[in-house]
């Protein structure tokens, strides 16, 4: 669920989401009963930085109330620890946290020239990583590849439960991913990260298609991002820019998921360019598994 577009960092390889404003508390409670009235497992609750909005604790105790097992942030880790510690009290139990730098130095320069942001983020990760799961996402560009490796190391040091690794939209090169960390000690504590090193070592991509590879998204039936009353394909789709599927306003979920339904029918994402350019390797691998069970069953 993207609560905001509003941020208090200026990331270089962020772009944005101009378009969408802020979800009221009702709006935002009303689609989280909706999907609990489907069967909802895991929520997320990004934007923008969702510790800016107002009503994120409340909105925190009422996904634990109705039982949500996995209830994550994805945050810049700027915000004061007072308040992360709110959130994990509320049952926030999964923290995602962005962490592009090694240095003080790389680190504000990535997050827009604040100086002192990466200090604060790296004491944030270094506590709220006492308290639960928690992953850093390093997006990657011209400015920092070369400490990749080093980033990784800075990382696991402050106890991390996994570390992400991701190109930015624009700077989508496989090429340059080349003598990654191959620590068995590292990549055995941290499967997600793992999974991607042997996906560049294999010299894939962490997006795009293959002309081999399943044009069917299944993933939209147990995946969804709500975004100013909308529901989109996917995070990536919504993103960049791509159409909503529909509103999710006064609809039951199950109306939400048959729209979803008629479009996977009618859609092949060989044919779209922003799921054919961006689509992440790990959705793609799901839709590939499902395609062969569904032809293979």
């Avoid at 510790?51 to 994550?72: H, P, Q, Y």
């Avoid at 790296?122 to 990749?148: P, R």
């Avoid at 090193?197 to 294999?202: C, E, L, M």
């Avoid at 962490?206 to 998204?217: A, E, H, K, P, Y």
Wanted: hydrophobic letters at 35%.
């Amino acid at each position: 669920m993207i609560l905001t577009a509003r941020c208090n960092f200026r990331c270089s390889y962020c772009r944005g989401l101009k378009s969408y404003k802020d979800m009221s508390y009702r709006d935002a409670e009303d689609v989280v009963q909706k999907w609990v009235d489907g069967g909802l497992k895991n929520i997320r609750f990004s934007g923008g930085e969702p510790t800016l909005w107002d009503g994120l604790i409340e909105l925190v105790k009422f996904s634990k109330l109705n039982k949500i097992k996995r209830i994550a942030i994805s945050t810049n880790g700027y915000s004061d620890i007072t308040l992360y510690k709110k959130l994990y009290d509320a049952g926030v139990n999964d923290f995602s946290i962005s962490l592009d730098a090694c240095c003080s130095s790389v680190g504000d320069m990535m997050a827009g020239g604040i100086e002192g942001s990466w200090k604060k983020v790296v004491e944030n990760i270094k506590i709220i990583s006492t308290w639960t799961y928690v992953t850093v996402g390093i997006v990657l560009n011209n400015k920092n590849i070369n400490e990749l490796n080093d980033i990784i190391y800075f990382s696991d040091s402050l106890g991390v439960s996994d570390i992400r690794i991701l190109s930015s939209v624009q700077w989508n090169d496989k090429s340059k991913f080349v003598n990654l960390c191959n620590d068995k000690n590292i990549l055995e504590k941290h499967p997600i990260l793992k999974y991607r090193v042997n996906n560049f070592n294999k010299g894939r991509n962490v997006r795009g298609l293959l002309n081999t590879d399943c044009g069917t998204c299944m993933l939209m039936m147990d995946d969804m991002v709500v975004s100013d009353n909308k529901h989109y394909p996917c995070i990536i789709y919504m993103r960049e820019n791509g159409n909503e599927i529909a509103t999710v306003k006064n609809k039951t979920i199950q109306e939400i998921r048959e729209e979803r339904y008629d479009f996977i029918k009618y859609h092949n994402s060989h044919n779209d360019n922003i799921c054919k350019n961006n689509c992440l390797d790990v959705c793609i691998d799901y839709n590939n598994k499902v395609n062969y069970f569904r032809n293979n069953s």
